[in-house]
């Protein structure tokens, strides 16, 4: 399955760091990357970290062993990256150990805000913790006072779950019931638990849910709920609060009202433009264009660059962590710009640094 927002945000990396490469705050430095797909998947994700930490200049894709990996140079000197933050999570187990600087665009989860575990984690985007106590208040302003609750059995719906239940005590809100769905969208275990919530919901005193849930499992329960003609009013997190797919659902304007906060999003100067005539760069090799391209138009690699672009990226897709992953590879950049003292057109090339002064 092409995950089509994940892709955008690809997009954003590689637009942002050609920017970059094409104005002057790197005066005589090319930033080079790599981009590879977890596929929301932990034990993908974990293989390819290990990849990036392999010694820099050296023809064994390996790891060295050390004590201290202070002055370790690997590969990359910065990771931007994964959204989910049960990834995030994973990955950055392996890389605060080796002091490199990670940061994502979309990982929201509290627990990546101890320093002590995640050291060398940084994002973009706010925790949780202030989420989840603005829909407390939110809940409570409108009075809706005896809510359910639902979060994906992982660790971005559990800590959610955790924080509101901390929060909703506060504002003396009521909790009916509590339930997770497992996160594998395909799974049997998955289908089964939504149709037993989407019972549970049916048959519950609770006028309002909140929802701490993918936007792929959002669309599983609500063809449920629109089989069984339950209506709500339905609370969303930042993680599909903004879903053109879940927007688009035939029939949604029967499930209730939606209501839900997101992230605050920027303007990316010029990647409009960039989506509507998209081709890989000057002797560049996008597999994902490539891709997106022939299930799209049916294009092949010798009619990419002509008669296959169009506003499709720009209209239907939302832009959602796409802000927060130019924010990312900007601030890399920068942090090099100090780090090689660029001034009046040069950078000094000489300086040897590792990943943890990014």
Not at 196 to 209: G, L, P, V
Request: a positive charge; aromatic letters at 10%.
């Amino acid at each position: 399955r092409f995950d089509i927002r994940g892709f955008v945000r690809s997009l954003a990396m590689i637009y942002t760091i050609e920017s970059i490469n094409n104005s002057t705050l790197l005066p005589g430095i090319k930033l080079g990357y790599e981009i590879c797909d977890t596929c929301s998947d932990v034990s993908r994700a974990i293989p390819m970290t290990m990849k990036f930490l392999s010694k820099s200049n050296s023809t064994k894709k390996c790891v060295d062993v050390r004590c201290n990996y202070t002055n370790y140079i690997p590969t990359v000197k910065a990771v931007v990256g994964p959204g989910y933050s049960e990834i995030s999570i994973a990955v950055s187990r392996i890389l605060s150990f080796f002091l490199i600087p990670q940061i994502s665009y979309a990982s929201s989860a509290p627990a990546l805000s101890e320093k002590t575990r995640f050291s060398s984690f940084l994002r973009t985007v706010p925790s949780d913790i202030h989420q989840t106590e603005a829909l407390a208040k939110l809940v409570n302003t409108f009075h809706w006072n005896y809510v359910g609750i639902i979060g994906g059995d992982d660790d971005y719906g559990r800590s959610a779950l955790e924080k509101f239940i901390h929060h909703a005590k506060n504002q003396s809100v009521c909790i009916e019931f509590q339930e997770h769905i497992p996160t594998y969208i395909d799974h049997k275990q998955s289908e089964n638990k939504i149709q037993s919530i989407a019972h549970k919901i049916k048959h519950s005193r609770s006028a309002t849910i909140l929802l701490f849930v993918k936007g792929p499992l959002i669309i599983k329960l609500f063809t449920e709920l629109l089989k069984q003609n339950v209506t709500r009013t339905w609370i969303a997190s930042d993680v599909w609060s903004t879903s053109k797919e879940v927007a688009r659902m035939k029939n949604i304007g029967k499930i209730g009202t939606i209501l839900g906060l997101s992230f605050k999003n920027g303007n990316i100067k010029g990647f409009n433009e960039y989506l509507q005539n998209l081709r890989p760069g000057p002797d560049a090799t996008n597999l994902f264009i490539e891709e997106y391209k022939k299930l799209r138009f049916g294009c092949t690699q010798d009619d990419l660059n002509y008669n296959c672009n169009d506003d499709y990226l720009v209209k239907n897709i939302e832009h959602g962590g796409a802000y927060g992953a130019y924010l990312a590879v900007t601030a890399i950049a920068q942090s090099l710009r100090n780090i090689l003292k660029c001034q009046e057109g040069t950078c000094d090339r000489t300086v040897k640094f590792a990943p943890w002064q990014v």
